[in-house]
């Protein structure tokens, strides 16, 4: 039988040759997936025989990376916040940079001492960063919305596996949605229509549109959030909203336009991108 090593090097190379951006990391990554191990145990057990079953399901899983199927797929999950949800193709994969938003809005209850607060996760998709916030705060109370219902089954899976307390609601934003909140917080789509054919194949053929496409200048859902959330958002609430590269000047023209909120602040992620912006709502007359 195969080692362990040998089939590791085999499918490095030929990921390589079929255009993954990190093909060691990924045979790596599915071969401990196969093999229920963690990544740092392959080279512990080098010379390890892979049985027939184990073959065919590395092999499987190198075929679908290989048409560049993105690995927290094929695995079936993705780590956010140093804890493991379940994805599939029907949510958008967590990214790291989104972590920013779960760390903005830690460090702005904390500042403002608000207790028990109110927390409202618009286009919550896998419902990680819901989750993440109540696992994060002991007394919030999170609400969490997402159009698509395919999405929230996975959110309500991640929920249950984390013993998480989060209300889903199945809905266009805020539809269904009839209280007011502390705060707001969202990672909406914002990719430009016209920018879709542009993207990377492991994002263009995988990932779902919905979750991605934000319309003709990719700021659709901004005006909508910034329009509508006054309407749920408390006297003196905080909207933080994750925004793409070079988003920040349009969307907080946006915010002023409203004449809602006080001016626009912007948080930069480990890249040096202007990433979340964080608007506050005045305090009405």
């Known amino acids: 039988m195969p080692q362990l090593?040998?089939?590791?090097?085999?499918?490095?190379?030929?990921?390589?040759?079929?255009?993954?951006?990190?093909?060691?990391l990924d045979a790596e990554v599915l071969l401990a997936n196969v093999l229920g191990m963690q990544r740092i145990d392959l080279y512990v057990n080098y010379d390890r025989?892979?049985?027939?079953?184990?073959?065919?399901?590395?092999?499987?899983?190198?075929?679908?990376?290989?048409?560049?199927?993105?690995?927290?797929?094929?695995?079936?999950?993705?780590?956010?916040?140093?804890?493991?949800?379940?994805?599939?193709?029907?949510?958008?994969?967590?990214?790291?940079?989104?972590?920013?938003?779960?760390?903005?809005?830690?460090?702005?209850?904390?500042?403002?001492e608000i207790e028990s607060p109110?927390?409202?996760?618009?286009?919550?998709?896998?419902?990680?960063l819901a989750i993440t916030l109540d696992l994060e705060l002991e007394d919030a109370t999170i609400t969490a919305t997402d159009i698509a219902k395919e999405s929230l089954v996975v959110a309500r899976e991640n929920?249950?596996?984390?013993?998480?307390?989060?209300?889903?609601?199945?809905?266009?934003?805020?539809?269904?949605?009839?209280?007011?909140f502390d705060i707001i917080v969202s990672n909406p789509p914002y990719i430009p229509t016209e920018s879709w054919e542009k993207l990377e194949?492991?994002?263009?053929?995988?990932?779902?549109?919905?979750?991605l496409d934000g319309g003709e200048d990719g700021?659709?859902?901004?005006?909508?959030?910034?329009?509508?959330?006054?309407?749920?958002?408390?006297?003196?609430?905080a909207l933080f909203l994750e925004i793409g590269q070079n988003q920040d000047i349009d969307v907080a023209k946006l915010a002023e336009k409203s004449k809602v909120f006080a001016?626009?602040?912007?948080?930069?992620?480990?890249a040096g991108i202007n990433r979340v912006i964080f608007l506050k709502r005045l305090i009405s007359d």
């Open 159 to 180: 929920a249950k596996t984390h013993n998480a307390s989060v209300e889903f609601i199945e809905g266009d934003l805020f539809t269904g949605v009839n209280q007011k």
């Open 118 to 128: 109110m927390i409202l996760d618009l286009c919550t998709g896998s419902g990680a």
């Open 263 to 270: 001016p626009a602040m912007v948080a930069k992620d480990l």
């Open 49 to 112: 025989p892979l049985d027939k079953r184990e073959l065919a399901g590395y092999r499987e899983a190198i075929a679908r990376r290989a048409k560049l199927e993105p690995v927290a797929y094929i695995t079936g999950k993705k780590e956010f916040y140093s804890r493991e949800f379940k994805v599939n193709n029907n949510v958008l994969i967590p990214r790291p940079e989104t972590e920013l938003l779960v760390e903005k809005v830690l460090g702005y209850i904390e500042n403002f």
């Open 201 to 211: 194949p492991n994002v263009k053929l995988y990932e779902p549109k919905i979750a």
């Open 5 to 24: 090593l040998t089939i590791l090097n085999k499918a490095s190379k030929f990921l390589s040759e079929k255009g993954s951006p990190s093909p060691t």
């Open 219 to 237: 700021l659709l859902f901004y005006r909508r959030i910034i329009n509508e959330s006054p309407s749920y958002l408390k006297d003196a609430g």
